[in-house]
Antibody
Framework: QVQLVESGGGVVQPGRSLRLSCVAS????????MYWVRQAPGKGLEWVST????????HYADSVKGRFTISRDNSKNTLYLQMDSLRTEDTAVYYC??????????????WGQGTLVTVSP | DVVMTQTPLSLSVTPGQPASISCKSS???????????LYWYLQKPGQPPQLLIY???SRFSGVPDRFSGSGSVTDFTLKISRVEAEDVGVYYC?????????FGGGTKVEIK
């Protein structure tokens, strides 16, 4: 069965960096695009970034563009999110999510359990 | 950006009764490939979201048939034919036809 396990969250000061990882199993990782989606405490879902299976296409939310970098290592079945210049408003649970089969613009079928990032002075 | 507007914000339902959630998009979600990129997710308390419905009306694997999706272009509906206690949580619609993908604000479903 599909499993997505995030790690790397924690408490960090504003301006610092953090790298999230998501280890995938149960499917052909390199064949699927992946998402990062976040959820601030008590709030709704916010898309962060998307990366295609072959890393040729990626997109970022305006709120993180230039500060976050999505990448993957298909040999390790792992998705990453490098988060630099963190701000207090980046505080959220970050979910790794797998795309449905299909085009780059398709939605999500499976979500990880999430990892909490807290940005606080 | 495509704005997704969900109504109502919350719903209190007696077990066994039906429930309906509306999601309206600010732009058409019908893609040139003929598909409509509208999805429904349920986030149960303390859990990540889970996919219920993809491409407007297709039930995802393992989703009970009391859940159904309908609609087209900009107006979409999720219906639960007979609500059960395990259906509590927040329901979100999502569009992926355009970057950025966007979510509705969520509809909280509670049991009376």
């Amino acid at each position: 069965q599909v499993q997505l396990v995030e790690s790397g969250g924690g408490v960090v000061q504003p301006g610092r960096s953090l790298r999230l990882s998501c280890v995938a199993s149960g499917f052909n990782f390199r064949a699927y695009g992946m998402y990062w989606v976040r959820q601030a405490p008590g709030k709704g879902l916010e898309w962060v970034s998307t990366l295609s299976g072959d890393e040729t296409m990626s997109h970022y939310a305006d709120s993180v563009k230039g500060r976050f970098t999505i990448s993957r290592d298909n040999s390790k079945n792992t998705l990453y999110l490098q988060m630099d210049s963190l701000r207090t408003e980046d505080t959220a649970v970050y979910y790794c999510a797998k795309k449905l089969p299909g085009s780059y613009y398709i939605g999500i079928d499976y979500w990880g359990q999430g990892t909490l990032v807290t940005v606080s002075p | 950006d495509v704005v997704m507007t969900q109504t109502p914000l919350s719903l209190s339902v007696t077990p066994g009764q039906p429930a309906s959630i509306s999601c309206k998009s600010s732009q058409s979600l019908l893609q040139s490939d003929g598909k409509t990129y509208l999805y429904w997710y349920l986030q149960k308390p303390g859990q990540p979201p889970q996919l219920l419905i993809y491409e407007v009306s297709s039930r995802f694997s393992g989703v009970p048939d009391r859940f159904s999706g309908s609609g087209s272009v900009t107006d979409f509906t999720l219906k639960i034919s007979r609500v059960e206690a395990e259906d509590v949580g927040v329901y979100y619609c999502m569009q992926t036809i355009q970057v950025p993908p966007t979510f509705g604000g969520g509809t909280k479903v509670e049991i009376k």
